[in-house]
């Protein structure tokens, strides 16, 4: 079956980095687009980035723009989130997703917080 395992996350000061490993089975990764979310308490679960089964296209909301970085290899099944700068605005659970033949898929989520 589908698994998706988040790791990575942790507590980092302002303007620290993180890199979120989502490691996954069950399916053909190479040739499914991926995508990481967060989740902020009391807010809607929103796109942080997203990449191209190959991985030659990528997109990212504009709060991350220039700080975020979304990369995957695909000879490891994995898909990455590396985090820069961060801000505590920042502060979530980040959960990697796929959508595979109409059925929605999502981590079990890797909580990140940005505070002093």
């Known amino acids: 079956q589908v698994q998706f395992v988040e790791s990575g996350g942790g507590l980092v000061p302002p303007g620290g980095s993180l890199r979120l490993s989502c490691a996954t089975s069950g399916f053909s990764f190479s040739s499914i687009a991926m995508s990481w979310y967060r989740q902020a308490p009391g807010k809607e679960r929103e796109l942080v980035a997203a990449?191209?089964?190959?991985?030659?296209?990528?997109n990212y909301a504009d709060s991350v723009k220039g700080r975020f970085t979304i990369s995957r290899d695909n000879a490891k099944n994995t898909v990455y989130l590396q985090m820069a700068k961060l801000k505590p605005e920042d502060t979530a659970v980040y959960y990697c997703?796929?959508?595979?033949?109409?059925?929605?898929?999502w981590g079990q989520g890797t909580q990140v917080t940005v505070s002093s």
């Open positions: 990449i191209s089964s190959a991985g030659g296209s990528t």
């Open positions: 997703y796929a959508h595979i033949f109409s059925n929605k898929y």
